[in-house]
């Protein structure tokens, strides 16, 4: 069965300094991943999303990702936090004996950036 | 272009009563797809749409909720009689067909339900 863990419910980072949000995926098949994000009131925003072409997937508003298949891993980064990414984060996986219909949610990562 | 649109956006209700949840996917989505996060919990899924077809409620927990899709267009969920463990929120996506993994999902702001 397929499966993801974000590894941190809470980050909270300085205006200007990266951001790191972990996320860690069980899977048997080739999977897709996404992360999305939400910000308070809105919808779920697509950010970026993997599908087996390259393994580092640039996204919008300066965020990226790397697929690691070794370590399982699809951690979204950004090399300078802005105020406006405040937000909640989820890592989403799909694919496998579920389909590419099934959007299966880690926890969520609540985002907070100081002046 | 609209986007996913859901209504109410907050519903309030006491155990026991009847709400109706409403989606409107984007115009020419033939796939729409019901969503939950009880608190402090995942979101999970519940189901799927193909235009008018159940394709999986696989994530339906029980008979109390009832999705319909009449003409293909928007979605209703009910749920009748509502229990307390039925708070939280729901969002509903739509999507067109594509190649497998492009099948990106498309979120309405969710409709907020509290069960009192």
């Known amino acids: 069965a397929q499966s993801v863990t974000q590894l941190d419910s809470h980050v909270s980072v300085s205006e200007g300094t990266p951001v790191l949000l972990r996320c860690n995926y069980s899977s048997s098949y080739s999977p897709s991943l996404f992360w999305y994000v939400q910000h308070p009131n809105k919808g779920l925003q697509l950010l970026l999303k993997y599908t087996s072409a390259a393994t580092l997937v640039k996204g919008i508003n300066g965020f990226e990702a790397e697929f690691k298949k070794s370590e399982t891993s699809f951690h979204l980064t950004k090399p300078s936090a802005h105020m406006s990414d405040a937000a909640e984060y989820f890592c989403?996986?799909?694919?496998?004996?579920?389909?590419?219909?099934?959007?299966?949610f880690g926890a969520g990562t609540r985002l907070a950036v100081h002046p | 272009e609209a986007g996913v649109t859901q209504f109410p956006s907050h519903s309030v209700i006491e155990k026991g009563q009847t709400v109706t949840l409403r989606c409107d996917p984007i115009?020419?989505?033939?796939?729409l797809y019901w969503y939950r996060r009880v608190m402090g919990k995942e979101i999970k899924f519940l189901l799927h749409f193909v235009k008018e077809s159940k394709q999986d409620e696989s994530g339906m927990p029980n008979n109390r909720f009832l999705a319909e899709r009449t003409g293909g267009t928007y979605s209703t969920l009910k749920v009748q009689p509502a229990e307390l463990e039925d708070s939280g929120v729901y969002f509903c996506?739509?999507?067109?067909?594509?190649?497998?993994?492009?099948?990106?999902?498309?979120f309405g702001a969710g409709t907020r339900l509290s069960v009192l």
């Open positions: 996506a739509s999507s067109q067909p594509g190649l497998a993994g492009k099948n990106i999902q498309y």
């Open positions: 989403v996986v799909t694919g496998g004996s579920g389909g590419y219909n099934k959007l299966i």
């Open positions: 115009s020419g989505h033939d796939n």
